[in-house]
């Protein structure tokens, strides 16, 4: 193995297991995912990888809710 081949596998397997969550005891399995996107194949079961999540959105007022911060104030009639 070359060196350089070696080092790009550690780089992509260290990437592999943060984007995982940083898991314990995945290490080959991330090891064997990266050697094989960096040869450019696929060999063994790949390690589920985490995708970034999204921002959260705000919930949606429910239906007929008064959604003004401000106080209500009774009506004169």
Known sequence: ??????ERIRRRAHAIWEQAGRPD???QQH??????EI???????K??????K?????K???AGKVTSSKTA?????
């Open 60 to 62: 949606e007022p429910a």
């Open 73 to 77: 104030r009774p009506r004169k009639g």
């Open 25 to 27: 005891g995945a290490h």
């Open 1 to 6: 193995m070359t060196d350089d081949r070696q």
């Open 54 to 58: 999204e921002p959260a959105r705000p």
């Open 39 to 45: 040869d450019g194949g696929e060999s063994g079961p």
């Open 31 to 36: 090891w064997d995912q990266a050697a094989a």
């Open 47 to 52: 390690a589920k990888t985490a995708r970034p």
